[in-house]
């Protein structure tokens, strides 16, 4: 599998099921801004409540081939074979991706599990085999990378704004980045120690600044 990060803000995506995992598919996609339909003759009060409120579309009936032509992404989250079937090969006979909830075999993408914190994703993939290996990896993970590293990203976003107004070449950029991240910095990260861990990434800006105008 070849990993990709898709921007889903406004594009139109197809939830084909109406149960539990067609809800957490669905509440996925609207965290990424999506524009979701749901086709399903039946769905959760969550589903009908988004609908209810123009958060999404719920289309109350069953899916049709052909219903994945005006969508940019499929997701099928049925417990009908059949239905998973068709609709995998429509999404490939139109070029479309498609994911069919634990069978991968019918799927041309899988979805990783994720450990969000901010602008933060650590995504982990087990190439459909384990997901429930998957699952576990995340909640450890989760209780590593807590809101410590939303606030180190936008330190690093500060630093990194400024060594592009400082460094015009991105050799030098590069050549910055190689070594900022040094383990004295990432230790305070860890102690929580944010803007120590960010007056020294700048200070080491600086420093590399001056070192480039000397030479």
């Not at 594009?11 to 809800?23: H, K, N």
């Not at 120590?196 to 200070?203: K, S």
């Amino acid at each position: 599998m070849y990993p990709i990060n898709v921007d889903l803000r406004n594009r139109p995506c197809l939830v084909i099921g109406g149960g539990t995992i067609a809800e957490r598919k669905a509440a996925r996609l609207l965290d990424e801004g999506a524009v979701i339909t749901v086709i399903a003759p039946e769905a959760t009060d969550t589903i009908k409540d988004w609908a209810a409120s123009h958060r999404l579309t719920w289309k109350a009936r069953a899916y049709e081939v052909g219903d994945e032509k005006a969508y940019f992404l499929i997701i099928c989250a049925t417990d009908d074979e059949s239905v998973s079937r068709a609709a995998s090969q429509a999404a490939e006979k139109e070029g479309k991706p498609i994911n069919v909830c634990d069978v991968p075999q019918l799927c041309s993408f899988t979805l990783p599990a994720v450990v969000r914190q901010g602008d933060l994703q650590l995504a982990i993939s087990t190439n459909g085999k384990g997901p429930a290996f998957s699952r576990w990896l995340r909640q450890r993970l989760e209780r590593h990378f807590d809101e410590r590293y939303s606030r180190w990203l936008e330190e690093v976003a500060r630093v990194r704004q400024a060594a592009r107004e400082g460094l015009p070449s991105s050799k030098d950029r590069h050549a910055f980045w190689r070594t900022a991240l040094s383990d004295d910095i990432m230790d305070l990260v860890e102690q929580n120690d944010i803007d120590e861990a960010g007056r020294r990434l700048f200070q080491k800006l600086v420093e590399f600044e001056r070192s480039r105008h000397e030479t």
